[in-house]
């Protein structure tokens, strides 16, 4: 049972553009939506997160939307770099954590 | 830093093997986790456990259980290998939202 939907599975973007990933939820008691970085070979890490009552954070680079209404929210990803090339897993949290299905990025110089 | 190491970077197993993957981590965390990564499919979670000795299912426990039996280590079993079980395996510690991951196992059933 898939309770969060990412898109798209895969994105090419050139250096020094804006990489989108978005995904959406279905579970209202969600309370908290993380974004993991893995690169090939790695575990996934922590990459940035926010919680519902919040509509944006942005951390250098990295900014996640959040839209409670539409119970959606993105990670946006400024002046994006080669070594940015990795998989990006969105999740959402209550007393467990359910990830989205991965978005393999890109980044060509 | 925190450290999740993971005993085996790739494994090949033969069907049917009894399989073991062992997880440490040195940060004192009471919960430990282990998910299983299959392209398309994400992260799914297998089992986790809150303290020593103690278990739970996660969303796909079937073929699998583990073992804790102390707070550092918690170790993935799966009983017979097959061949549906070749994935990535990723073990955790740390809070449920803000865990920390190790490198992963590769394991191959043929």
């Known amino acids: 049972q898939q309770q969060v939907k990412q898109s798209p599975q895969s994105l090419i973007v050139q250096k020094g553009g804006i990489s989108i990933i978005n995904c959406a939820y279905e579970?209202?008691?969600?309370?908290?939506f993380p974004w993991y970085q893995q690169f090939p070979g790695k575990g996934p890490a922590l990459l940035i997160a926010i919680r519902p009552d919040v509509s944006e954070k942005k951390e250098g680079r990295f900014t996640i939307s959040f839209n409670k209404s539409a119970k959606q929210f993105s990670l946006h990803i400024m002046d994006s770099q080669p070594g940015d090339s990795a998989t990006y897993f969105c999740a959402a949290s209550t007393d467990k954590l359910i990830f989205g299905t991965g978005t393999r990025l890109q980044v060509f110089p | 830093d925190v450290k999740v190491t993971q005993s085996s970077r790739y494994l090949v197993k033969r069907t049917g093997e009894k399989v073991f993957l062992e997880c440490v981590q040195d940060m004192d965390h009471e919960n430990m986790f282990w998910y299983r990564q299959d392209p398309g499919l994400g992260l799914r979670l297998i089992y986790f456990?809150?303290?020593?000795?103690?278990?739970e299912k996660g969303d796909i426990p079937e073929g699998y259980s583990v073992s804790r039996e102390k707070k550092e280590r918690f170790s993935l079993i799966l009983e017979s290998a097959s061949t549906n079980q070749t994935s990535m395996y990723l073990c955790?510690?740390?809070?449920?939202?803000?865990?920390?991951f190790g490198q992963g196992t590769r394991l191959t059933v043929v």
């Open positions: 579970n209202t008691a969600f309370d908290y």
């Open positions: 456990s809150y303290d020593v000795k103690m278990k």
């Open positions: 955790a510690s740390g809070r449920w939202a803000e865990a920390f």
